[in-house]
């Protein structure tokens, strides 16, 4: 039992990397990305009417969200492999696994964004231009603030949707317990191996759907 | 001094849309001016064409000479702040305390935070907040959330607020409650309001002129005393019906007990049904009991007609089967 757990220490590690890392980067990001699709679309912020400008770059910016969304990961994986090298600098281990990583979260978290902006009331958003808020005093002093939770549920869903990833970036030697769990527990027959590694995982993701949802309450006022 | 100036706006789409008409409208500072008319009328969009939240197609806004309606950016936003406005959702922000809330202009206007802080709370005393600076809205009632929304349009000390069916969602009591307190900051301040209601008691109680709107046109507009004494359009009419006679029942029968000491006072009340046949007066010949008529008034709603009347009978004669046949009829009867 021990000596599983001493030898999964790397695998674990190797996953939590896999997850924070690409998470940090991704809501970062996709925030943004989603933030752009929400301005141009028509929640009253900037005036679409005016600008056919900006319904285009709303459509482009959620078409690449769907694509993006739509593509498996292992593809993802292997398409980004030229730019893996040219970013990392290698092709294997558990950073070559980031970028496609990034890519496969960015476009989730972005959608999630603009769901939880979706969700703050027109009237809302009215009421503080009539107070003198500029666009930038919107998004980050009223949407911000007002979606916080629905934010901050959709970035524990997000690094869920991390840790189940990391698992297949295993393909290219990045680690991490789902890989250990495949390849030394199920192929190479080591079912305590493998039911040990998945157990961690499963406790990884009530932890962090757990302090996900203590976070979210405190701060849903509503 | 608001000049709204032959503006219209058009809801371009699938099917267009001519929310205002060519609206031209003056009010003049200090005032409380009310507009009145059904949903659909163009209201809201009258309103919200005053701080820019809409943009007008054609003519012009003008606030104390300033054309609002040909500001952007930085400068609209400096304008924006010196026009408080109240909404009928109240449009709080959740996120934010009571505190949160009202100092959330100051923060967009830059006010230092340590007398943001001094402002608000200033501002929650005004509105009868003290003791709910530290709470959050969903913890509020509906009139509590309309006093912060009415400190937070009014910390920059604004020099008109616009009122968007501030009343609307509010039981009768707590609409009353504002009212006062709108009446009281007019007053106070020498505040300008605009609102907009589709209730003309509303509008009534506390406004000094009056403008009514119907398919995006103002069809008439005045003085309420005037419109309420001389309505010219049907609709006018139809909305002054509306308002409950206004009429307070327990003074208005302490006043008649004064104007008829002797004698039996009486209220009937009539509905549907028994609105509409001759039964006061058939029964008065019947029992040869002359009845005086010293108060009355028929309503018709959408349940029918309904009315109340006030009759006086000399003291000398017996109204108990004069009472007691108005009951079979079907009508309600109270001795005062």
């Known amino acids: ?222 | 001094m608001i000049s709204i100036r032959n503006v219209s706006k058009t809801f371009k789409g699938r099917r267009s849309v001519d929310a205002v008409k060519n609206v031209s409208l003056e009010i003049e500072d200090g005032e409380i001016f009310g507009i009145v008319g059904y949903s659909g009328a163009g209201k809201s969009t009258l309103i919200r064409l005053v701080n820019q939240l809409e943009t007008a197609d054609s003519g012009e806004i003008c606030i104390d000479d300033v054309d609002i309606t040909k500001l952007k950016g930085d400068a609209l936003r400096k304008q924006r702040q010196k026009i408080g406005m109240i909404f009928q959702h109240f449009n709080l922000l959740w996120s934010k305390t009571v505190l949160g809330n009202i100092m959330f202009p100051l923060e967009l206007a830059g006010v230092a935070r340590e007398e943001r802080k001094e402002r608000a709370a200033e501002m929650a005393r005004k509105v009868g907040l003290e003791d709910k600076m530290n709470v959050y809205p969903s913890n509020l009632s509906g009139g509590q959330k309309q006093r912060v929304a009415i400190a937070r349009a009014l910390v920059l000390n604004p020099k008109i607020l616009l009122c968007d069916e501030a009343t609307s969602a509010l039981d009768p009591k707590t609409t009353e409650d504002i009212l006062e307190l709108l009446k009281q900051i007019n007053k106070e301040y020498g505040l300008t309001i605009l609102m907009i209601s589709h209730q003309m008691e509303t509008v009534q109680k506390i406004c000094h002129k009056l403008a009514v709107m119907a398919d995006g046109e103002v069809v008439e507009q005045g003085s309420v005393k005037d419109i309420f004494s001389n309505p010219t359009h049907p609709l006018t009419k139809e909305l002054i019906q509306t308002v409950d006679t206004g009429v307070d029942v327990v003074k208005l029968a302490s006043q008649l007990k004064d104007k008829y000491p002797e004698g039996h006072l009486l209220r009937i009340t009539f509905e549907d049904s028994t609105s509409e046949k001759p039964i006061l007066y058939t029964l008065a010949l019947k029992l040869g009991i002359p009845i005086n008529i010293v108060a009355a008034n028929i309503k018709s709603t959408q349940a029918g007609s309904l009315g109340v009347m006030y009759i006086n009978i000399e003291a000398k004669r017996d109204v108990e089967p004069f009472l007691a046949e108005l009951e079979k009829q079907g009508l309600k009867v109270e001795v005062i």
């Open chain 1, 1 to 222: 039992m021990l000596q599983l757990l001493i030898k999964l220490r790397e695998p674990l590690l190797e996953t939590l990397l896999l997850t924070f890392i690409p998470l940090i980067i991704s809501v970062v990001l996709g925030f943004l990305f989603g933030t752009l699709v929400f301005i141009t679309s028509d929640a009253g912020i900037l005036d679409v009417n005016a600008s056919p400008g900006l319904r285009v770059l709303n459509r482009i910016s959620d078409a690449i969200i769907n694509i993006l969304r739509s593509v498996p990961y292992l593809i993802i994986l292997i398409w980004l492999l030229p730019v893996t090298k040219l970013l990392v600098g290698s092709i294997i281990g558990w950073k070559a696994a980031i970028p496609s990583l990034v890519v496969s979260a960015t476009p989730f978290f972005a959608r999630m964004t603009v769901i939880a902006f979706s969700e703050v009331p027109k009237g809302t958003i009215e009421a503080s231009k009539a107070l003198g808020a500029s666009n930038f005093d919107i998004i980050f002093k009223v949407l911000l603030p007002e979606s916080k939770p629905a934010l901050l549920s959709s970035i524990a869903v997000t690094a869920i949707n991390l840790i189940s990833y990391s698992a297949m970036a295993g393909a290219i030697g990045a680690g991490g317990l789902g890989y250990e769990a495949y390849l030394y527990g199920l192929i190479r027959n080591n079912p305590p191996l493998m039911y040990m590694a998945t157990l961690l995982i499963i406790i990884l993701v009530f932890g962090i759907q757990y302090i996900g949802d203590i976070i979210v309450r405190k701060v849903d006022k509503r």
